[in-house]
């Protein structure tokens, strides 16, 4: 069965970073493209950053620039490298294919930045 286990997350003050990581089980890791998603407090979970295959990534709108997304497939695993952390990062974050598998999310990762 699929298995996604995320870690990383934590408290931080404005401005500052975090890298998220995630193990992916049970999928053939490096033909599946990857993505990190966040649901921000009273918010419907969004896409914030994708990756392909290969590594090409993609980002949204209001993490481009401060995000870096990449894979490592020989260890089956996603990074999210997060700088100039906002308050309106505040969110949990999550790891899954792209396009999503609805039948299967890990725990998730808190991320609180602090003003």
């Known amino acids: 069965q699929v298995q996604l286990v995320e870690s990383g997350g934590g408290l931080v003050q404005a401005g500052g970073s975090l890298r998220l990581s995630c193990v992916a089980s049970?999928?053939?890791?490096?033909?599946?493209?990857m993505a990190w998603y966040r649901q921000r407090p009273g918010k419907q979970r969004e896409l914030v950053a994708a990756?392909?295959?290969?590594?090409?990534?993609n980002y949204g709108d209001s993490v481009k620039g401060r995000f870096t997304i990449s894979r490592d497939n020989a260890k089956n695993t996603v990074y999210l490298q997060m700088n100039s952390l906002k308050p309106d990062d505040t969110a949990v974050y999550y790891c899954n294919t792209n396009p999503v598998n609805n039948h299967v999310w890990g725990q998730g990762t808190q991320v609180t930045v602090s003003s």
């Open positions: 049970g999928i053939i890791f490096s033909l599946n493209d």
């Open positions: 990756v392909t295959g290969g590594g090409r990534p």
